[in-house]
C-alpha cells in the first residue's frame, strides 16, 4: 500500500465543471508535489510545495490551482478543464523541497474531461 | 542539464529469460539515478537509486542496475523474468548537487511484455 493516498481513484468532469482532487500523507514529509501524466508518457511535473508555500509552478494554466492547507495535505482545484486535460495525476512527497531522489509518489487520480 | 534516453519504448523477453533494460544519461553534474515501476492504473514505484555509493545497486522484486560512467548507462537487468514483472519502466535522473536545480528528469518508457 502507497504512504501517498489520492482520491477519488477516477473522476469524470464536464468542461464548465468545477472538482478537486485530494492528496494526503502522514510520513511528516514537508514537501508535496503535483505531476501530470499523459497516456504513456513520463510524468510532467506541476507544481511543487515547500512548508506549505508554492515554491515551483511549472507555467501550469490557471485552470489548475493548486492548495496546500496544511503539511499533511495537498488539494488540486480544477475549473474550465479541457479535453486534452485528461490523463493521470500524480501527488508526490519528500522530507524536504526538492528532494528527488526521495519521492514517494501515490496511486494517481484518472481524470476524464468530456 | 540533463536527460535521459531509453533504449526500445517496448522490449519483450519470455518469462524465465534475462530482462535488460537500457538506460543512458547526460548530466553536467554528477548524477542521481532511479529506476521507477508503473503497473497498470497505478503510480510510479521506485524499484532502485543510485545515490553516488555503490555503483551496482540491487532494488526491489530481484531486480539491479550498474552504474558506469564511462558508458553514462544505468541499465535495468533481472536474471529471470516473471510475469508479474510486466509493466512500464522509467529510468529519471536528477543532479547531484544543488538540490537538484534541475528538477528529475524522466525517460520515455520501456513497456515491459513478458511472453508465457
Known amino acids: 500500500d502507497t504512504e501517498v493516498t489520492q482520491t477519488p481513484k477516477h473522476l469524470v468532469m464536464g468542461m464548465t465543471n468545477k472538482k478537486s482532487l485530494k492528496c494526503e500523507q502522514h510520513?511528516?514529509?514537508?514537501?508535496m508535489y503535483w505531476y501530470k501524466q499523459k497516456a504513456k508518457k513520463p510524468p510532467e511535473l506541476m507544481f511543487v510545495?515547500?512548508?506549505?508555500?508554492?515554491?515551483i509552478n511549472e507555467s501550469v494554466p490557471s485552470r489548475f490551482s493548486p492548495e496546500c492547507p496544511n503539511s499533511s495535505l495537498l488539494n488540486l482545484h480544477l475549473h474550465a478543464l479541457q479535453p486534452e486535460d485528461s490523463a493521470l495525476y500524480l501527488c508526490?512527497?519528500?522530507?524536504?523541497?526538492?528532494?528527488?531522489?526521495?519521492?514517494?509518489f501515490g496511486n494517481g487520480t484518472r481524470l476524464t474531461v468530456t | 542539464a540533463q536527460s535521459v534516453t531509453q533504449l526500445g519504448s517496448h522490449v519483450s523477453v519470455s518469462e524465465g529469460a534475462l530482462v535488460l533494460l537500457r538506460c543512458n544519461y547526460s548530466?553536467?553534474?554528477?548524477?542521481?539515478l532511479f529506476w521507477y515501476v508503473q503497473y497498470p492504473n497505478q503510480g510510479l514505484q521506485l524499484l532502485l537509486k543510485?545515490?553516488?555509493?555503490?555503483?551496482l545497486v540491487k532494488g526491489i522484486n530481484g531486480f539491479e542496475a550498474e552504474f558506469k560512467k564511462s558508458e553514462t548507462s544505468f541499465h535495468l537487468t533481472k536474471p529471470s523474468a516473471h510475469m508479474s514483472d510486466a509493466a512500464e519502466y522509467f529510468c529519471?535522473?536528477?543532479?547531484?548537487?544543488?538540490?537538484?536545480?534541475?528538477?528529475?528528469?524522466f525517460g520515455k518508457g520501456t513497456h515491459l511484455i513478458i511472453q508465457p
Open positions: 508526490a512527497s519528500s522530507q524536504a523541497a526538492q528532494a528527488w531522489w526521495d519521492l514517494h
Open positions: 510520513m511528516g514529509h514537508r514537501a
Open positions: 510545495y515547500s512548508y506549505e508555500k508554492l515554491s
Open positions: 548530466s553536467s553534474v554528477p548524477p542521481y
Open positions: 543510485y545515490t553516488s555509493a555503490a555503483t
Open positions: 529519471a535522473v536528477t543532479g547531484l548537487s544543488g538540490g537538484g536545480a534541475d528538477g528529475l528528469t
